[in-house]
């Protein structure tokens, strides 16, 4: 089973600055089974990036993903107070067919 | 628009049963494998249980293994979680969401139904 790491637990930063988001896989993960979704208290979570890289339908081109093999990052290049949320990463596998980690928590100071 | 509605959610005592709906609207199920999600309350996200579009392929989560049971019906656009012998661990709340095929994400979702486990 692969066993996804995010970090930081939580990021607080004033609207405007950059926000990074680390995920790191326990094995190498395809590029195309790797998402991000954001989650609103209250919520559902809503798909963000899909495939690495790839952004959803809707979704705001200050976020970006990159990354390849068991290192991944989520960029929000500069934050909106509507940005407050939990972030999640997501992989693709067998089994279980889809892991998340534990989520960053952003806050907008 | 897209749109998952979830109901089916309750309190049940612990060893007790429920069963889960997910109606989809303004698209068909059928070409999306769709997929149970849950969060326990002020925790993450667990995937819990699959099923391919035309239910040839089931996955389970290996915390609900032969207790839950997932099943969908293309015709009514609908997609369902069987849950026996319930747990306070299953206290959650439980979304269904879609991905569609040859897709490894899941991008349509519920806004979910909670299911507390309690005696």
């Known amino acids: 089973e692969i066993v996804l790491t995010q970090s930081p637990g939580t990021l607080s930063l004033s609207a405007g600055e950059r926000a990074t988001l680390s995920c790191r896989a326990s094995?190498?993960?395809?590029?195309?089974?790797f998402a991000w979704y954001q989650q609103k208290p209250g919520q559902a979570p809503r798909l963000l990036i899909y495939a690495t890289s790839g952004r959803a339908r809707g979704i705001p081109d200050r976020f970006s993903g990159s990354g390849s093999g068991t290192d991944f990052t989520l960029t929000i290049s500069r934050l909106e107070p509507e940005d407050s949320a939990v972030y999640y990463c997501q992989q693709y596998g067998s089994s279980p067919l889809f892991t998340f980690g534990p989520g960053t928590k952003v806050e907008i100071k | 628009e897209a749109q998952l509605v979830e109901s089916g959610g309750g309190l049940v005592q612990p060893g007790g049963s429920l069963r889960l709906a997910c109606a989809a609207s303004g698209f068909s199920l059928n070409t999306y494998s769709m997929n149970w999600v849950r969060q326990a309350p002020g925790k993450g996200l667990e995937w819990v249980s699959g099923i391919s579009s035309s239910s040839t392929l089931i996955w389970y989560a290996d915390s609900v293994k032969g207790r839950f049971t997932i099943s969908r019906d293309n015709a009514k656009n609908s997609l369902y979680l069987q849950m026996n012998s319930l747990r306070a661990e299953d206290t959650a709340v439980y979304y269904c969401?879609?991905?569609?095929?040859?897709?490894?994400?899941?991008?349509?979702w519920g806004k979910g139904t909670t299911v507390t486990v309690s005696s």
């Open positions: 094995q190498s993960v395809s590029n195309s089974h």
């Open positions: 969401a879609g991905r569609g095929d040859f897709y490894y994400h899941m991008d349509v």
